[in-house]
């Protein structure tokens, strides 16, 4: 590194950067961003990637610091580069994960005249950010004051909401190094306090007495990539209480608790008439909006009181069904578990759940456990034969919804990710190998178009040193519309035009023109044995029946109903 002062003001920023923890910085070459690239490249402390899409780029960053559960670097040069990371920066605000844009930008008196690479680069990003800021020229900085930009920007990424920052930094030409003199300058870390987490001590007794008066309540956990973290307060609870837990996979809460009533099948027993017998006194919400339908609609129709520990303020309840907010996260919850007086708990209440699950579930293996390889069944098989501590990364349209309805619980070493802040199909393949990145061995669960959609991604992803295996569920289109009320509403051509949009895409040919090995799996047995053994970078693609697939759907869904005892 020089002493010139860009590359001090860089060089302050990202030592400071270092110091909060950030690890990882993903960079698209350019440039224009040539001083942030040099410097983040020389900074010992931070593993530099290279993506030379950005749009993948970005989601590689999101995958990275969703596994990490760190703030990750991006840096882009300036025009349409920055417009790349878009996607990308509105999933990260949706789901609450913490970036840290850097954009290069011209330098003020070249904008607006016709200089190449020139756009609007001011707030590109909107409301999606936690802060933005344009940063000054480095001609004569004050290195301090970069160091107090990088503490502020990753406070701000970190805070109690989590989520993307933007600093657009503007260069002059020269963008090289002035000189060979290293930057020695060592200024010490600046401390960051840390926010508080737990209630009052009446509001905590006050819940906790609330609590006991309604032993018929329930817990309903939704996708939270940090929900390890609420285990043992939310087993403390349920055992307290006796309320059963509603938990969707990527809440990282459905797993085997001693004594608490974990309820894997609720998608299933809300869709029944046994949900009208089955009216909570109280819920109890944790993490993200449900992605189970059913379930939102019997919340819905309740109406019960529920109270959200919402630690970062997000107000994610688009059902409009809460009825209390509190700011606080585990500690919050296990502070008033610990003053409840476990005889409240309605051993009953908690039967008729645990006895309808058990119902359901045998009902669904009866189907099933006898018949061809489905979207059900790979969604149970990848619960079930996943090696202990791997990650499972789930794409959004079906996979999600699958994987929310089939997988069963498991032990807590089995953890589960995906984009569920806007839900999109874009950028799953590079998110889910930015998740790999890290050293964790990862499978994806994804979907023909959503994979079809990141092909870049998996161009990206066959460079770099990654135990990632991608299972393509091949439906040959849009599959989940044939889930829809469309498909009956509209002319058949005008559904496989705009909805169905069959592909054919050949998979086979594409990885292996890559040189990726490619696999394929037409039955149960295979698909486990593939499981145990992850290695590298790979793809596995099961061929669906789309047909055959929505009629095992339907027939799963009444066998329940029909087995559940009101």
């Given at each position: 590194?020089?002493?010139?002062?860009?590359?001090?003001?860089?060089a302050?920023?990202?030592?400071?950067?270092?110091?909060?923890?950030?690890?990882?910085?993903?960079?698209?070459?350019?440039?224009?961003?040539?001083p942030?690239?040099?410097?983040?490249?020389r900074?010992?402390?931070?593993?530099?990637?290279?993506?030379?899409?950005?749009?993948?780029?970005?989601?590689?960053?999101?995958?990275?610091?969703?596994?990490?559960?760190?703030?990750?670097?991006?840096?882009c040069?300036?025009?349409?580069?920055?417009?790349?990371?878009?996607?990308?920066?509105?999933e990260?605000?949706w789901?609450?994960?913490?970036?840290?844009?850097?954009?290069?930008?011209?330098?003020?008196?070249?904008?607006?005249?016709?200089?190449?690479?020139?756009?609007?680069?001011?707030?590109?990003?909107?409301s999606?950010?936690?802060?933005?800021?344009?940063?000054?020229?480095?001609?004569?900085?004050?290195?301090?004051?970069?160091?107090?930009?990088?503490?502020?920007?990753?406070?701000?990424s970190?805070?109690?909401?989590p989520?993307?920052?933007?600093?657009?930094?503007?260069?002059?030409?020269?963008?090289?190094?002035?000189?060979?003199?290293?930057?020695?300058?060592?200024?010490?870390?600046?401390q960051?306090?840390?926010?508080?987490?737990?209630?009052e001590?009446?509001?905590?007794?006050?819940?906790?007495q609330?609590?006991?008066r309604?032993?018929?309540?329930?817990?309903?956990?939704?996708?939270?990539?940090?929900?390890?973290?609420w285990?043992?307060?939310?087993?403390?609870?349920?055992?307290?209480?006796?309320?059963?837990?509603?938990?969707?996979?990527?809440?990282?809460?459905?797993?085997d608790?001693?004594?608490?009533?974990?309820?894997?099948?609720?998608?299933?027993?809300?869709?029944?008439?046994?949900?009208?017998?089955?009216?909570?006194?109280?819920?109890?919400?944790?993490?993200?909006?449900?992605?189970?339908k059913?379930?939102?609609l019997?919340?819905?129709?309740?109406?019960?009181?529920?109270?959200?520990?919402?630690?970062?303020?997000?107000?994610?309840?688009?059902?409009?069904?809460?009825?209390?907010?509190?700011?606080v996260?585990?500690?919050?919850?296990?502070?008033?578990?610990?003053?409840?007086?476990?005889?409240?708990?309605?051993?009953?209440?908690?039967?008729?759940?645990?006895?309808?699950?058990?119902?359901?579930?045998?009902?669904?293996s009866?189907?099933?456990?006898?018949?061809?390889?489905?979207?059900?069944?790979?969604?149970?098989?990848?619960?079930?034969?996943?090696?202990?501590?791997?990650l499972?990364?789930?794409?959004?349209?079906?996979?999600?919804?699958?994987?929310?309805?089939?997988l069963?619980?498991?032990?807590?070493?089995?953890?589960?990710?995906?984009?569920?802040?806007?839900?999109?199909?874009?950028?799953?393949?590079?998110?889910?190998a930015?998740?790999?990145?890290?050293?964790?061995?990862?499978?994806?669960?994804?979907?023909?178009?959503?994979?079809?959609?990141?092909?870049?991604?998996?161009?990206?992803?066959?460079?770099?040193?990654?135990?990632?295996?991608?299972?393509?569920?091949?439906?040959?289109?849009?599959?989940?519309?044939?889930?829809?009320?469309?498909?009956?509403?509209?002319?058949?051509?005008?559904?496989?035009?705009?909805?169905?949009?069959?592909?054919?895409?050949?998979?086979?040919e594409?990885?292996?023109?890559?040189?990726?090995?490619?696999?394929?799996?037409?039955?149960?047995?295979?698909?486990?044995d593939?499981?145990?053994?992850?290695q590298?970078?790979?793809?596995?693609?099961?061929?669906?029946?789309?047909?055959?697939?929505?009629?095992?759907h339907?027939?799963?869904?009444?066998?329940?109903?029909?087995?559940?005892?009101?």
């Open positions: 590194m020089t002493n010139d002062p860009v590359y001090s003001a860089c302050a920023f990202a030592n400071e950067l270092a110091n909060q923890g950030v690890g990882h910085a993903v960079i698209s070459p350019g440039s224009r961003s040539t942030l690239t040099l410097t983040f490249a900074t010992d402390r931070i593993e530099t990637w290279t993506r030379l899409d950005e749009r993948s780029a970005a989601f590689f960053a999101l995958g990275l610091a969703k596994e990490s559960c760190k703030p990750v670097v991006l840096i040069t300036s025009g349409t580069a920055a417009a790349n990371y878009l996607p990308a920066v509105i990260a605000n789901s609450e994960t913490p970036l840290i844009v850097l954009t290069a930008n011209r330098p003020p008196e070249l904008r607006g005249w016709g200089a190449g690479q020139t756009i609007d680069q001011t707030n590109i990003y909107g999606n950010v936690r802060w933005f800021a344009e940063l000054p020229i480095g001609t004569e900085p004050d290195v301090r004051w970069f160091q107090l930009v990088a503490a502020r920007a990753f406070q701000s970190t805070g109690p909401q989520g993307p920052v933007h600093l657009d930094w503007p260069f002059r030409e020269p963008l090289e190094p002035l000189s060979d003199s290293p930057f020695d300058q060592v200024l010490p870390p600046i960051l306090d840390q926010p508080l987490t737990i209630l001590p009446d509001k905590a007794h006050e819940l906790a609330r609590f006991e309604v032993p018929e309540g329930v817990v309903v956990a939704g996708p939270m990539g940090q929900g390890s973290n285990r043992q307060a939310v087993h403390s609870f349920c055992k307290k209480t006796g309320y059963p837990l509603l938990a969707e996979p990527l809440s990282q809460l459905r797993i608790f001693d004594g608490v009533p974990v309820i894997e099948h609720h998608d299933h027993l809300l869709r029944s008439t046994w949900s009208e017998t089955v009216a909570p006194e109280v819920v109890v919400r944790l993490g993200g909006p449900p992605t189970c059913p379930l939102r019997w919340l819905e129709r309740h109406r019960s009181p529920m109270i959200m520990f919402d630690p970062s303020s997000n107000w994610a309840d688009p059902s409009f069904t809460v009825s209390e907010v509190l700011n996260g585990s500690d919050g919850l296990a502070q008033v578990a610990d003053l409840i007086n476990p005889s409240m708990a309605s051993g009953q209440w908690g039967e008729r759940w645990k006895t309808a699950n058990q119902q359901a579930s045998a009902a669904i009866a189907i099933v456990d006898h018949e061809p390889l489905l979207q059900p069944a790979v969604a149970r098989e990848l619960g079930r034969r996943l090696p202990a501590d791997h499972l990364y789930v794409s959004n349209s079906m996979p999600v919804r699958d994987v929310d309805s089939f069963e619980c498991h032990s807590d070493s089995l953890h589960l990710l995906g984009n569920r802040g806007a839900s999109g199909i874009d950028g799953v393949v590079s998110s889910a930015g998740a790999a990145a890290t050293g964790q061995p990862t499978t994806l669960l994804i979907g023909d178009l959503a994979f079809q959609h990141d092909i870049a991604g998996l161009i990206a992803a066959r460079n770099a040193d990654l135990t990632l295996t991608i299972v393509v569920l091949d439906d040959q289109g849009g599959g989940i519309f044939r889930h829809l009320p469309i498909v009956q509403a509209t002319d058949p051509d005008l559904f496989d035009k705009f909805f169905a949009t069959p592909q054919h895409l050949p998979i086979a594409i990885v292996e023109a890559l040189d990726i090995e490619y696999k394929e799996a037409c039955d149960a047995s295979t698909l486990a593939l499981l145990r053994k992850p590298g970078l790979r793809v596995i693609r099961i061929p669906v029946d789309s047909a055959s697939d929505v009629e095992q339907r027939r799963i869904a009444q066998a329940v109903a029909d087995s559940v005892t009101p």
